[in-house]
């Protein structure tokens, strides 16, 4: 049974720095990864979406890598804002079953 | 519409009353997914739809719980005797086909509480 781990579960930083989220996942055997953006009292956004043949994505100030051997995810976010304050959830899809989501890291960056 | 939409925001119940929650899907995508996100927990997998069709309904939490779509367009979960366990945010999300190769879209959800 696929298990996503996501570390840290909460991360507070000051704006202005980089930083990384961690997500791992124990079935290397997985179709693409995705990485959701979730504000307080919302639903999903996503942000980035890994197919199993690629190494990473980008979008603006965001950059998401893919390695299946080793069951890892990493989001980087460049030059944090406190806009970027939310919760980031990844989740993992394995063909035709639902996706696997992580607990979540919640993020908040100190103006 | 431009997204997925989900109806009511917002629901407070009495334990014991059913409950009737809605989404309306990306118009074409053939694939609806129904999640509970309860306080502190990760998503949890309840259903999925192909076309009109929900081949695995084993994710549902108990036989409280059940799930139509009609028109291979909108979809209603409906809680039956409601306790207060069911309180949680309900999430749908559509993709254009079943395989996880595409990226779900999710709602806003539906935030039940049951008093």
């Known amino acids: 049974k696929q298990e996503v781990t996501q570390i840290p579960a909460a991360l507070s930083v000051p704006e202005g720095e980089n930083l990384v989220l961690n997500c791992s996942f124990t079935?290397?055997?997985?179709?693409?990864l995705q990485w959701f953006r979730q504000d307080p009292g919302k639903g999903l956004t996503s942000l980035l979406l890994?197919?199993?043949?690629?190494r990473e994505q980008t979008s603006g100030r965001l950059n998401a890598s893919l390695d299946k051997s080793s069951g890892r995810s990493t989001l980087y976010i460049a030059a944090s804002q406190p806009g970027d304050s939310a919760t980031y959830l990844c989740?993992?899809?394995?063909?035709?079953?639902?996706?696997?989501f992580g607990k979540g890291t919640r993020l908040s960056v100190i103006a | 519409g431009a997204g997925v939409s989900q109806s009511p925001s917002n629901k407070v119940t009495e334990k014991g009353k059913d409950v009737e929650l809605r989404c309306d899907p990306i118009?074409?995508?053939?694939?609806l997914y129904w999640y509970r996100q309860s306080l502190g927990q990760g998503l949890e997998f309840l259903i999925y739809?192909?076309?009109?069709?929900?081949?695995?309904k084993s994710g549902l939490p108990s036989d409280r719980f059940s799930a139509e779509r009609t028109g291979g367009s909108v979809s209603t979960l409906t809680i039956q005797r409601t306790q207060q366990e069911d309180s949680a945010v309900y999430l749908c999300?559509?993709?254009?086909?079943?395989?996880?190769?595409?990226?779900?879209?999710f709602g806003p959800g539906t935030r039940l509480t049951v008093l």
């Open positions: 989740a993992v899809g394995s063909g035709n079953t639902p996706l696997v």
């Open positions: 999300a559509s993709s254009p086909g079943l395989s996880t190769y595409n990226e779900q879209f």
């Open positions: 890994i197919q199993s043949s690629q």
């Open positions: 079935d290397s055997a997985i179709y693409n």
């Open positions: 739809f192909q076309g009109n069709s929900a081949p695995d």
């Open positions: 118009s074409g995508h053939t694939a």
